[in-house]
């Protein structure tokens, strides 16, 4: 029996050790990775019955940081995020499959106005009491999804060949959630 299925209760994502961010191609020859600084996440877990779960995260769009504010501002800008009309990216998980020590999060994922069905597989890391009496527990994950399916199609065309910007970005979640009482 995993883990998983004692898992109960109400838990809510602790900003200061839980890391949301995305990794894609530039320009062919490199990786860019970014991270949101500003995010609330809720959870509420039935191991037991896991259809009876939801999970919850609203991310600040304008927090972006890819550790470029030349780039965070171009992407903040109407030729990707365009934050000022969008400001929050939303994930509402609705089916959680658990197999093994990890489990298939479906939810539906809205950037930029357009909510696509994305699975993100996330493999359980253990829980654990900290020094000050919170239960934790932790979880990994990652899932692609295509910038095009959310309207995020600014790209600019190199002289070699190929695009600035992938098409492909790949989602990170590193997460530590704090058992509500």
Do not use: C
Request: glycine residues 10%; negative net charge; without cysteine.
């Amino acid at each position: 029996m995993s883990q998983l299925t004692e898992l109960q209760g109400t838990y809510v994502l602790d900003p200061s050790h839980t890391a949301i961010g995305f990794v894609t191609r530039h320009a062919m020859v490199t990786k860019v990775r970014g991270s949101f600084e500003e995010y609330t996440g809720t959870a509420t877990i039935d191991g037991a019955n896991p259809s009876a779960s939801t999970l919850n995260v609203d991310i600040k769009a304008g927090s972006i940081n890819t550790r470029n504010a030349d780039r965070d501002a171009h992407v903040r800008s109407g030729d990707f995020l365009d934050v000022e009309t969008y400001p929050e990216i939303t994930f509402r998980g609705t089916d959680f499959a658990v197999k093994g020590d990890v489990v298939d999060v479906t939810g539906d994922l809205t950037i930029r106005g357009t909510t696509k069905s994305v699975t993100i597989p996330f493999e359980f890391q253990g829980a654990a009491k900290d020094p000050f009496g919170n239960e934790r527990i932790g979880f990994e994950g990652s899932a692609d999804i295509s910038r095009a399916d959310f309207g995020l199609t600014w790209n600019a065309a190199l002289e070699t060949g190929g695009f600035l910007v992938a098409d492909k970005v790949t989602l990170e979640f590193e997460v530590s959630a704090i058992k509500q009482a």
